[in-house]
C-alpha cells in the first residue's frame, strides 16, 4: 500500500546573506523557511564571515525509509564549494554536518539523496539504494543493517501521524483474549519504499514457516520454551521472501492493491508446492469481531486493508487502563495475531466493549502494538489466511 508522503520542492536556487542572520533573500515558494534561516545562520557562524552572499542550492533529503528527512545544502563562499545538512526534527531543524570547503556527497545524485547517519549517503532511484560514491547497488541485507542505527525524519506534520490517548477508569472489567504465540512474526524491514504488503506477506510466511519449513529456506522459525512459542527476528532469508514478494505483488512506489497482494501470495505459495486459502472476514458489507476471533483460534493470521488506521499501545493501572494511540492518514496493510475482546464495567453500572487485535505493523518504529477495530480506523478488507 501507499506509504506516508509529503510533497517536498524540487532542487531551488536561494541566495542567503549569511552575516545577517534571519535577514536575506530566498527565491522559492517557501517564504519563511527555518531550514533556510538555520543554514544561514551555521554557515556566518562557521565562517566567521559576514556580509558575504552565499550562492546555493537545496535538494529535499530523505531517511532511509525514503521519508522527508530535511534538505541538502550545496553552496559557495569565497570561491570555496561546501555542503550543510539541515535536520528536521521535532525541536525545529537541526545542523546534522555543515562542512565548509568540501564538495557534497549527493553532488551528482539525481535520484533522492538519503542520510543514513555519520558520513553515510546513499541515493534512491528505480526502486534501488545505491552508495552515492560508486553507484554501486546496496543489498536488501544491508540496507536493514543499516536501519538500526540510522537517522529518521521526527516531522510529524511529515508522517501525517498524530497521538490520542485515552484513560478508560472502570469498577470491574472481564477480558477474553488469545494470540497464535508467546512472540509472534514480527519483520518490519525492507528495502524498498511502500512494501507493507510485501511485509505483511512476509510475516504470514514466517508464521507458518513454522508448520512447513520449506516456505524460508534457511530460516529458523522460532522455538519453544517452558511450552510458549517464540518466533524469530528477521534475517537473510526473511528479506530474500520480502524481496521477492516485492516481484510477485507487482509492487510499486505507490504500493500494493488488494488483488495484487492475494494474487502475489498465491503465486508464491504455488511455487513451494503450497496452497493458500483467504477467508473473508466481512458479512453484510461489516467486519465482525466473531470471525476474526474464530480465525484467530484456528491460527490463521488476519491480514487487513486499511485507509486511515492507528497503532495502539495500552498500560494498566489499578482499575484504570491507559491508550495511547498513534494515528495516521495513509494506506497501509498490517498482520494480526490475536486479539482481546475486553468488557469495561463503570461506577454508573454502565458498560463499554473494546475490541482490539493484536497485530505486527510493519512499521521499524512500532513492530507491534494493537488495532482497535471501533476507534478510528477504515478497514476496507480483511482476510484470514491459511497455508496448507
Known sequence: MKKMKKTLSAITAISLLSGLVGVYTVRTAVNENESDRVFAATVSAISGIDGVNISATRKPLYDIDVQPLGYVYEYELC??????LIVNEKSGAVPMEVMPGVKSPYEHCEGKCIYVNGYNYLEYANGNFMDVRTGDVVSSYDICGMRYGATYGEDVAALDVSQEEVTISYESKTEDKSTMAERCPQFSSASYV????????????????????DL???HEAGFESLGMYFYNNEDAAVYEVISQLHSDMNTTSEGTTMEDFISGMEKFCARKGRNISFTHCFASSKLRFSILRSNILNKRPIVFFLSGYHIAQRAYGSNIDYYRYHLYSDNHIMTGFGYRDITYTYSSGESENVQLIYVSTGSVYEPTGYLNINYKCNVDDAYALNIY
Open 79 to 84: 570561491g570555496e564549494p561546501g555542503y550543510a
Open 194 to 213: 511502500s512494501a507493507c504488503a510485501n511485509i505483511a506477506g512476509a510475516n504470514v510466511l514466517g508464521f507458518f514457516d513454522r508448520y512447513h519449513e
Open 216 to 218: 524460508i529456506p534457511d
